[in-house]
């Protein structure tokens, strides 16, 4: 009786032992974005608009995503909020996540990957794999129509959708990751009247709520200039019902937002608002989680030991 009452003990210490170490997590549905948020006639648009694109366009995919201001998924739980609440900040600046594997391929989740390595590597924030004691998340998915992410931080799990192809890019992954930690477009900035001009006259009717702005209590800059280079300012054809510009800048020789990755404006205020969270991170020397090294290098790993393996092109 002995012998089976150790033998127990063994076999448990050796099945949490491997479920530490080698098991992936699969976390529930994610409370915000499970479900499709278009209808299926606007979910079959979106998806041809930005399946169209290549990466040469001028348009951004998150302003073809149908929903609030593009690509901002607003649901019932909760309301519109701004970055000033701390609420909807990310515990210790540590965001755990979750790609679903069915929905890319082993390339596709490298280059989600690549985008959180930027964060890694120009920010305090860190992501790590998803853990079942977590009560807020992020998913990718790409099982709806249109690139999108709640804004801030929710509870019970959210959802970043990256539809595939069109939008599991480098600069997309980013543009929606900076959603999911707390910010709002640029363009809607309090203050944006000084640099940019709207162009309502060529605004697509019913689409004029794109350029809403916040007022300070929502949302902040934390002293930052406005930034026209940021990943989260619109591109300048943004919702024309005509092909011509909607916003102009008032200042010479720039260009209206872009796809490569964070702005330097967009780091400072990212280290801003994550200040103290960054600060209270046990451990916060560490420049990245063990967990996202592992599943990094392993899909990396992939790519140097299989020549065939392709360096671009999408599972369609
Ligand atoms: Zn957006």
């Not at 209590?217 to 005509?242: C, L, P, Q």
């Not at 801003?272 to 967990?291: K, N, V």
Request: glycine fraction near 8%.
């Amino acid at each position: 009786m002995e012998g089976l009452v150790g033998w127990i003990i063994v076999l448990a210490l050796a099945s949490s032992l491997i479920e530490c170490h080698s098991q992936r997590h699969r976390p529930p549905n994610a409370k915000h974005g499970d479900m499709q948020p278009h209808s299926v006639g606007e979910a079959a648009r979106v998806a041809s608009q930005i399946d169209e694109l290549d990466d040469e366009d001028e348009a951004n995919p998150w302003e073809l995503s149908g929903l609030f201001e593009g690509d901002i998924l607003l649901d019932r739980y909760h309301s519109r909020n701004g970055i000033l609440n701390e609420s909807m900040r990310w515990a210790d600046g540590t965001v755990p996540y979750f790609i679903e594997d069915e929905d890319f391929t082993d390339e596709q989740q490298l280059v989600i990957l690549k985008a959180i390595k930027e964060y890694h590597q120009k920010t305090c924030i860190q992501f790590r794999p998803y853990h079942k004691k977590d009560t807020s998340w992020v998913v990718f998915r790409s099982n709806s129509s249109g690139c999108w992410s709640s804004v801030g931080m929710q509870s019970d799990g959210q959802t970043v959708n990256l539809q595939s192809p069109g939008c599991v890019r480098h600069g997309v992954v980013i543009h929606e990751l900076l959603h999911a930690l707390g910010f709002f477009h640029q363009q809607s900035a309090s203050n944006r009247d000084d640099y940019v001009r709207i162009l309502w006259e060529n605004i697509e009717p019913g689409h004029e709520h794109n350029f809403n702005k916040y007022n300070e209590t929502e949302v902040t800059s934390y002293g930052i200039e406005y930034d026209y280079g940021s990943v989260m300012h619109y591109s300048a054809k943004a919702f024309s019902r005509n092909s011509e510009p909607t916003i102009e800048a008032l200042q010479p020789n720039v260009t209206l937002g872009q796809r490569k990755g964070l702005s330097e404006k967009d780091i400072s205020k990212l280290e801003l608002m994550y200040q103290s969270q960054c600060a209270q991170r046990e451990g916060s020397e560490d420049p990245e989680p063990p967990g996202f090294i592992d599943q990094f290098n392993s899909l990396l790993g992939l790519f140097k030991e299989n020549a065939a393996f392709p360096t671009y092109g999408f599972k369609k």
